[in-house]
């Protein structure tokens, strides 16, 4: 299986008045915002764990929604640890972790990913699935008929039937929700938001491979078309649906993923 989560994380270079310079006040590091702008899901909740917190702006958005949500935040990225406790808040403590290794004998009201699966093996689903009866992953799914590895982004990215048949091995229903429509920050775009931070970045921070990454990927949305059904369609210009394709059908644009919310709910409680 398909590993790129590495010990000292993909995101844990570029300094924090980097991130703060692309993110935002927020830092809130997600393509779909889908969990920070629907905080309904938490309503019920009393304990959660967050697999892959990055920056914690999601988090503290829930909290000052729910403040009496306890959470417990794992990433991999001490400078991230850091930066989330230096909040002092006791609903809401990080700890370094290798999510593909992480288990725990705490029991959560729900377990979360927000765009962080797509880095990580199977396992750091299935080690949890005696730790909550639901899971809610926000991620992209691949549209081809298999999984789909992008190198540029250390991601993989799992097609609809493989999130079922892996959710129904651990004992849970799935159930999807297509996002339809890219997230809007500060009346724009998300991805031209980041960009504009990118490109105000020195240029020795501008040219680290997580920012090298990050900007081409930014770019690449601008050559992208959002269909009704929330699928990207990639034309001529963009450079991640080739990687995806592996050099074949350039000339061919195809829909190749789209952004969803996956809904996983155990069989028998």
């Not at 931070?197 to 240029?203: D, K, S």
Request: proline content about 3%.
């Amino acid at each position: 299986m398909f590993n790129p989560y590495k010990s000292k994380g993909f995101y844990g270079d570029p300094s924090l008045d980097t991130w703060k310079t692309i993110l935002g006040d927020e830092m809130i590091y997600s393509v779909t915002r889908w969990l920070a702008d629907n905080l309904i899901h938490f309503e019920n909740v009393s304990t959660a764990l967050s697999v892959g917190c990055g920056w914690g702006g999601i988090e503290r958005k829930i909290l000052s929604n729910y403040s009496n949500i306890k959470i417990d935040g794992i990433t991999n990225v001490e400078s991230q640890v850091e930066f989330i406790n230096s909040f002092n808040d006791p609903n809401f403590i990080a700890t370094v972790y290798d999510a593909n290794k992480f288990t725990t004998n705490n029991y959560y009201d729900l377990i979360y990913f927000s765009e962080s699966v797509s880095h990580l093996s199977d396992t750091a689903i299935t080690n949890l699935s005696k730790n909550t009866n639901k899971f809610l992953l926000v991620d992209w799914f691949s549209h081809d008929r298999n999984c789909i590895k992008i190198n540029e982004w250390d991601l993989y990215i799992r097609t609809k039937d493989y999130y079922k048949s892996l959710f129904n091995s651990i004992g849970f229903n799935v159930r999807f929700e297509t996002i339809s429509s890219p997230a809007i920050y500060d009346n724009q775009l998300i991805t031209d938001h980041w960009l504009k931070g990118i490109q105000a970045l020195p240029e020795s921070e501008r040219s680290l491979r997580q920012i090298v990454a990050l900007e081409k990927m930014c770019e690449d949305f601008k050559n992208r078309v959002v269909n009704k059904d929330g699928s990207y369609t990639a034309d001529k210009k963009s450079t991640i649906p080739y990687s995806i394709n592996n050099g074949k059908d350039l000339d061919k644009p195809k829909n190749v993923l789209s952004s969803c919310v996956i809904f996983a709910e155990k069989k028998y409680k």
